[in-house]
């Protein structure tokens, strides 16, 4: 695959695609209704906010967060080198770009002055784009930059403490500036946002994981091997009561398969015991050609 100076072509159009997500989520629905949801990006809706009650002209979000990127990135370049920084710099330099062309398409989409479709709309893409760039170990600079150049000064702080101690800040000046009705609805995308970055990173192939103790093991796999033409594993197992020994069946199936499976089971054993839990990332045979499901 084509490389675009140290990063392949594919991871670029993906941190293309994610920026542009983050920037309609935040230049939509998120700044116009004044939801400082943490991050550069919020602390630059306040900024916009200040600037235009103060001096009349609102500095635009794209010039903020490229203007407070810029001495974190120096710094970390020079904590820790060019290529640490690389792939981050691309989706910071890019989500600048993002916030100004966003700003100018015509907005097909409009909550007017519904807070929580904002906070709802503007979390779940914001989330999504932050997401697509994790996704490929990269990172949308700001907050999570900062942390950084705190963390490598200062080793004893918990990263994940001062990312959310950073972002505590911003929102609390964003219910300063917007008022704390704004600030929570606020925190309802923050949160929104927050699952979708989970459910990115954790996987989006959902599956189901179906544990199964019976007498008549044999016969359930032979039937979920033709009847669901799902693999399954016998597990050594033994009952920690009774000290008897048996084997324990471990299957993954689409969550529209757990109707049958629950089915054969049921039929063939009443008695068994079957325990049926989430899967939010499956990878391997029979699940593999799915991995992709963006489409990058």
Partial sequence: ??????????????????????????????????????????????????????FGFPIPLYVTNLVL????????????GFRFAQRSLYAVLWVSIAFWYCDLLPRFI?????????????????????????????????????????????????????????DGLIILSGFYVFGVHKGLYAILALVVSSYMISTLLSGMHFAKAAYIISQKNEEISREIIQQLGRGNTGIKATGMYTQQEQQMLFVVVYPKQVGKLRSIVKEIDPNAFLTITNATEVLGEGFGRDYDSLGL
């Avoid at 983050?22 to 200040?50: C, D, N, Q, Y």
Wanted: net charge positive; hydrophobic share 55%.
């Fill in 69 to 80: 990127n810029i001495p974190l990135f120096l710094i970390v370049i020079k904590q820790r």
């Fill in 1 to 54: 695959m084509q490389k675009i100076v140290g990063i392949s072509s594919r991871d670029f159009i993906q941190i293309v695609i994610g920026m542009t997500i983050l920037a309609i989520g935040i230049t939509w629905f998120m700044s116009p209704l004044g939801l400082v949801a943490g991050g550069v990006s919020g602390l630059a809706i306040v900024i916009k906010e200040v600037t235009g009650e103060v």
């Fill in 110 to 166: 409009s909550v007017g002055d519904d807070l929580l479709l904002g906070a709802v709309f503007g979390g779940a893409l914001m989330g999504t784009g932050i997401g697509l760039v994790l996704r490929i170990s990269a990172s949308t600079g700001g907050t999570d930059m900062l942390a950084s150049i705190i963390k490598f000064r200062f080793p004893a702080f918990p990263i994940v403490n001062l990312i959310r101690g950073i």
